[in-house]
């Protein structure tokens, strides 16, 4: 087995064994299922051929450039098609789908993950990347802090979840704060084209929605009143 290769497994057994955020340790045995010999063959040669390959050429990096390229000059062709297919479709759930390929071909990706959650999902503050959950409530949307920290995610079980547990209230009683509506949006973004495709549907329940998802808060680690972006 070369040395690249056995670092390689040396690392995935480290990250393996972490300790867990309650402090307890993680075995082997609890992190992932124990493979079979035949399954653990199977993974190393798999391994092997990868670091085998030949390294990346001019030629490939050109192929990827092309690919990419050809990705960009069709996202304009993917946001005519999501908002037709938004105009056409009868459920709300549907069409809150196909805007947020709209927004998201129009590079708006923020809003398209959230228009994508919808009621509830998560989100980081753009100024310190702190860890946030949100859930909609007719309070309004309320927010939640991650205990973990900034590029982590919230690792506990579900009962344990503040915002889990309001969901099962009714009632954002344990929320660490809430989101502020945005009244008006810039002309010419992805949002205002997204709200101007549910004025013209009369959707007012998305529409609510979506001025949530650019609104402001107030982030309880850097102390900043900042925009979902």
Not at 205 to 223: A, D, M, P, V
């Amino acid at each position: 087995m070369s040395e690249q290769l056995s670092e390689m497994l040396k690392s995935v057994r480290e990250r393996r064994e972490a300790i867990a955020p309650d402090g307890l340790k993680v075995g082997p045995q609890d992190a992932v299922p124990r493979l079979s010999p035949e399954s653990r063959q199977a993974e190393l040669d798999r391994y092997t051929e990868l670091l085998s390959r030949p390294a990346v050429t001019e030629a490939d990096l050109q192929v990827l450039t092309q690919i990419r390229d050809a990705f960009f000059q069709a996202q304009d062709m993917i946001a005519v098609l999501c908002a037709q297919a938004y105009q056409k479709a009868d459920d709300p759930e549907d069409r809150r789908y196909f805007l947020s390929g709209v927004v998201a071909a129009m590079g708006d990706r923020t809003l398209a993950q959230l228009l994508e959650h919808g009621d509830e999902g998560g989100f980081s503050c753009s100024i310190c990347d702190w860890q946030y959950e949100y859930a909609m409530f007719e309070q309004g949307m309320a927010c939640y802090v991650s205990p973990v920290g900034p590029g982590e995610m919230y690792a506990r079980t579900p009962g344990d979840y503040p915002a889990f547990l309001d969901y099962e209230d009714g009632a954002p009683n344990r929320a660490d704060g809430f989101l502020h509506l945005c009244e008006e949006f810039r002309a010419d973004t992805p949002a205002s084209h997204a709200m101007e495709l549910f004025e013209a549907g009369s959707e007012q329940e998305n529409g609510h929605r979506l001025r949530f998802f650019k609104g402001t808060y107030l982030c309880g680690q850097c102390n900043t009143l900042t925009q979902l972006e």
